[in-house]
């Protein structure tokens, strides 16, 4: 098979999720021709086996098609769910009061287990307590010893299914023992990226870094409260982060929810940290060939909030038409980046000036190079990602071709918002901006800007130009 463009028409990013509907070698392969930069490796579901082949079939394909792909290794996090009834299920009426206790299963009638006694131990009068994704709502009428809830509906509640309390935080360690074990297989695979679920505080990130030791950038999922109250120590423990919309809209009312997003991709775009949308962007094609017009906008508004990345779930994992979601979703990204207010909307959402580093200001300087050469792209040579990543965070108006032979370096620029990562041989000869200039497939001129030194705060270490084709 011949390799794919070097280049993709869009500078946002897509994250895929494998899963039964979409393991497969030929079906794979079409989602990484069809747009996907990153797959994702959910581990709330499936064997390691399942995962160790998807793993490995990844990696086969980003030989055959000559494009480097990343792995995400998402961890299920301690989600909180209710344990087991006698019938599988319990139904309550209207107002009806039921009690909680705590186990992983109970014989006494309209009776709830929830296997986690420190979660029952913090309830207080009046909280909200959500359970199956928030569609089933219950009020704490009394906390304590013996605490009971009344039912906002009439309905019923399943075994395991989702339970947690609306605005609080919860007294459980982001990292269970089957984090522990998932991590650990994850890091033996070689995976590009780690996502810890349900992170509450910076704490929660310097735990899960201290088992990756520098091994994997570690993406913290904010879905909680918590974590949105604790943004900026988060943001600072961690390398990047993801708008976890699911939770999020469980935790939060609504229409809270779009606001939210608004602010955790600003922070973390002026943080320097990529940030990935994600859930229900393309719900409706779990079953449909085409999406909704309201998903075709809420891709456009992260797009033009400056996401690093967007990401589709059940849409691949276990949709019918996983390879066309991400043709669709290439589609909508490459529309709303080629409108004509999208540089106004980067800029709007750009970093503080007073933030600036001195990498910053060359980056700054070499993408108005480009724009005055009249450039079609900015070719990039160093051996730091902490340096591209600074250069993805300006959110140029020309592509930034990055050249490397390191493959793990390659995998993990795949995430970042305008970066095009080549493999190519070493860079330490005058003919490798015309080589890579070659390799883009790329018409015009290319502006170019690489690294001499390793002291980041040097200036005078930086060379740029202009290659003619």
């Known amino acids: ?5 070097a280049i993709r028409r869009r500078q946002s990013k897509i994250v895929a999720t494998l899963g039964p509907g979409s393991r497969s070698p030929k079906v794979v392969e079409l989602l990484a021709l069809a747009g996907v930069d990153v797959f994702r490796l959910n581990f709330s579901h499936g064997s390691h086996d399942d995962h160790r082949m998807a793993f ?24 909180v769910r209710v344990g087991k009834f006698p019938e599988g299920k319990i139904r309550f009426g209207f107002n009806e009061s039921l009690s ?17 006694p420190e979660i029952l131990a913090v309830l207080a009068e009046g909280d909200e307590i959500l359970a199956n994704d928030g569609m089933v709502r219950f009020t704490v009428t009394q906390a304590g010893q013996s605490p009971k809830v009344t039912s906002a509906l009439p309905g019923e509640l399943g075994d395991r299914k989702g339970f947690t309390v609306r605005g609080k935080a919860l007294p459980v360690q982001a990292l269970t023992e089957k984090d522990k074990e998932d991590l650990a297989f994850a890091m033996d695979l070689g995976v590009d990226f780690v996502a810890l679920s349900f992170v509450q505080t910076a704490e929660d990130i310097r735990t899960a870094k201290a088992l990756i030791t520098n091994k994997a950038p570690l993406i913290a999922k904010l879905e909680k409260p918590a974590a949105i109250d604790n943004l900026g120590d988060i943001l600072n423990a961690t390398d990047g982060v993801m708008v976890a919309r699911g939770d999020l809209g469980v935790e939060f009312p609504a229409e809270e929810v779009p606001i939210i997003q608004r602010r955790i991709v600003r922070a973390a775009r002026a943080a320097g940290k990529p940030v990935i949308v994600a859930t229900q962007m393309l719900e409706s094609m779990i079953d449909n060939a085409a999406p909704t ?34 043709a669709i979703m290439d589609r909508i990204i490459a529309a709303t980046e080629n409108a004509e207010d999208h540089p106004a909307a980067m800029a709007q959402f750009s970093g503080d000036a007073k933030d600036d580093l001195p990498v910053d200001i060359i980056a700054d300087a070499a993408f108005r190079l480009a724009e005055n050469a009249g450039a079609t792209a900015l070719a990039l040579r160093t051996g730091s ?22 493959k793990p370096r390659l995998r993990r620029a795949q995430l970042l918002w305008g970066i095009h990562a080549l493999e190519m041989g070493p860079a330490g000869d005058d003919g490798w901006v015309d ?32 290659v003619e084709e």
């Open 1 to 5: 098979m011949s390799p794919a463009p």
């Open 56 to 79: 490995e079939t990844v990696r086969r394909t980003e030989a055959r098609i000559g494009r480097p792909i990343g792995v995400l290794a998402d961890l299920q996090g301690p989600k």
């Open 100 to 116: 909680l206790v705590a186990g992983e299963t109970t014989d006494q009638a309209q009776t709830i287990p929830v296997p986690h």
């Open 293 to 326: 017009r309201a998903e075709a906008s809420d891709v456009a508004t992260a797009i033009y909030q400056g996401s690093d990345a967007v990401m589709l779930s059940a849409e691949t994992a276990v949709g019918r038409h996983p390879a066309t979601a991400v």
């Open 385 to 406: 990602t902490r340096r591209l990543i600074r250069f993805s965070r300006q959110r140029g108006g020309v592509p930034v071709l990055y050249s490397s032979n390191d």
């Open 435 to 466: 080589r890579v200039h070659q390799r883009s497939g790329l018409a015009g001129a290319t502006a170019w800007s690489a690294w001499r030194g390793e002291d980041e705060g040097d200036v005078s270490a930086w060379l740029m130009g202009v």
